[in-house]
Nanobody, 128 residues
Framework: QVQLVESGGGLVQAGGSLRLSCTASGRTLSQYNMGWFRQAPGKEREFVAAITWSGSSTDYANSVKGRFTISRDNSKIAVFLQMTSLKPEDTAVYYC?????????????????????WGQGTQVTVSS
């Protein structure tokens, strides 16, 4: 069982930055692709960014491309989401997720249904 815990959310003004962290307990994340998703009130959960198990490939939603950066540190069992130039429309609960099925395939799953483990989420609020 993989237990994921997100941190780093908060309230920030438009144009500001935040860095989200996702750490795991119970086992290493080295054989999981990792993703970040978000869900705003009244909206469906949406893909934000993902990174392969090796860290060699990443993918981003068009809405965050060029502003957000996903990275991982397997030795620390952590994944990060650096968010810059934040906009009010980035306001949401951000979730970290782990995907075992695409390990070592070179593929990245952008659908929430493809992920096996989820964190509890961290709130990001961007004020205008």
């Amino acid at each position: 069982q993989v237990q994921l815990v997100e941190s780093g959310g908060g309230l920030v003004q438009a144009g500001g930055s935040l860095r989200l962290s996702c750490t795991a307990s119970g086992r290493t994340l080295s054989q999981y692709n990792m993703g970040w998703f978000r869900q705003a009130p009244g909206k469906e959960r949406e893909f934000v960014a993902a990174i392969t198990w090796s860290g060699s490939s990443t993918d981003y939603a068009n809405s965050v491309k060029g502003r957000f950066t996903i990275s991982r540190d397997n030795s620390k069992i952590a994944v990060f989401l650096q968010m810059t130039s934040l906009k009010p429309e980035d306001t949401a609960v951000y979730y970290c997720a782990a995907d075992r099925s695409t390990y070592n395939t070179g593929n990245i799953d952008k659908t929430s249904g493809g992920y096996d483990y989820w964190g509890q989420g961290t709130q990001v609020t961007v004020s205008s």
